[in-house]
Structure formats: C-alpha cells, structure tokens
C-alpha cells in the first residue's frame, strides 16, 4: 500500500501520456509484427450493414434517371494536378469536369481550398440552388485519388439535391451519397481515394469517405447482379 501512494504522489499528467504513448507503441508493434494484423482497429471507422447498402442501390435504380458510364478524369488535368496537389485552377477545371459527368454545370460553384484541418470531414458543400460553394481540405498526404474522391462525394451532394434523392438521417444520407457516386460512375475513384493513408503524425492513420472499400466492391456486385438479370 505504500508503494501505491507513493506512486500516485509522484504521478502527474505528463506521465500519464508517457505511459499512453508506450502502450499504444506496444500495441501497434504486437499487432503489426508479431499478430500481422491492420495497426488500424475496425472499431475506428463506423460499419455499413449490408442491408442500408442494399437499400441505397435499390433506392438509385429507382430514382436515378439514366445510366452512368465510368467516369474519367481528363489526363491533361491529371497530368497537372500530379505534378502540384494545390493547383487551384486545376482542382477547379477537375470539379467541372465531375459535374459535367453528372449533366451539372460546374462553372458557377466556388471551389474553396483550405489547408485547415476540418476533423469530421474532408470536404464540405453548401448550396441554396442560386449559390454554391465547395470546400475541399487538401492535406499533404493526400493522394489525387483522395482528392477526386472527395469532389465526387460533395458533386454527388448536389446531384441528390437536384433530383430530390435523399435518406432519412444525416449518416444514412451520407452513406447514400458514397453508394451514388459509384453508382453514378465514379467507382475506381471511390475505391482508390477511400483508402486507409498515413495520418499526420506517427503511427496514425487517415481515410475518407464514409464507406470502405469492401463495400465499394459490394455495391459494385449489386449493380452486375441487377444488369446480369
């Protein structure tokens, strides 16, 4: 018992963090080297059930008023953005392009680039149908495919706004919004842009998106089996 107070007199927050650091580090090195299994617990990213995107593909082939052919990016514009991520202009031309896959006008949105860390999103779509305004968060570790994944996502916003598509709460909304976007043709994007990236600090990890890629797979399967029959 002595010992035990004299550990809790000396203990102050600064240990405490030491003492989280070690054991996380502890953890990731069991889990990644020894267990050979993802440093990235699956409790870190909300699961899909199966039945919601089942529900959002169904709800698609019935609201959606034409057919989508894969979209793909103009390569002058790949070419461009590959050499600089930041490239206004560029991002610009790329979000007209998406938009204009999806019968939208894209020259009278305004693409906002922050460099602000936004924790709960990677990009965010504002719109009162005479105004629109996108803001894409370009951190450095994000690849191009992130980036166009994320200008589909909040293009696929507005494309559901238009057409009057849409869920009952916000996260269904945004899963619907994710099942649209490879509905709609932008499935390769979705799939690379969605997957796990290194975070900003060590041994942290980083997505977008609201869906995994196994489940862009999945809704992939359901829109064969509906073309199969």
């Known amino acids: 018992m002595d010992y035990l107070r004299s550990f809790l007199y000396h203990i102050n927050i600064n240990t405490i963090f ?15 080297f020894i267990l050979h ?3 990235v ?25 034409k057919k989508y052919e894969p979209y793909v990016a103009p390569k002058e514009i790949l070419s461009a953005l ?3 991520l930041s490239n206004e202009a ?6 007209c392009s998406i938009c204009a896959h999806l019968g939208i006008d894209g020259s009278f949105i305004k693409l906002v680039v922050e460099s602000d860390y936004m924790p709960d999103r990677a990009g965010e779509i504002s719109t009162d149908l005479a105004f ?16 166009i994944a994320v200008l589909a ?5 507005l494309h559901l706004y238009y057409e009057g598509i849409r869920m009952r709460d916000t996260w269904e909304n945004e899963i619907l919004t994710d099942t649209a976007a490879v509905y709609c043709g932008f499935g390769e994007y979705i799939y690379k842009g969605y997957a796990l990236m290194q975070g900003d600090f060590a041994l942290s990890y980083h997505k977008v998106g ?3 890629q196994d489940d862009v797979k999945y809704i992939e399967m359901l829109m064969q089996n509906e073309i199969d029959k």
């Not at 030491?18 to 990644?32: A, T, V, Y």
């Not at 089942?54 to 019935?62: G, N, P």
């Open 210 to 212: 609201y869906i995994s």
């Open 132 to 147: 629109t305004t996108i803001k894409l968060e370009l951190r450095p570790r994000y690849t191009l495919d992130a980036v």
């Open 82 to 84: 590959q050499e600089d």
């Open 153 to 157: 996502h909040e293009s696929i916003h």
């Open 41 to 65: 617990p699956k409790s870190a990213f909300k699961a899909v059930p199966k039945e919601l995107l089942q529900e959002c593909v169904s709800l698609l082939r019935r609201r959606e008023k």
């Open 18 to 32: 030491e003492l989280l650091s070690f054991i996380g580090l502890f953890f990731f090195l069991i889990r990644r």
């Open 90 to 95: 560029k991002l610009k031309e790329l979000l």
């Open 37 to 39: 299994k993802s440093p």
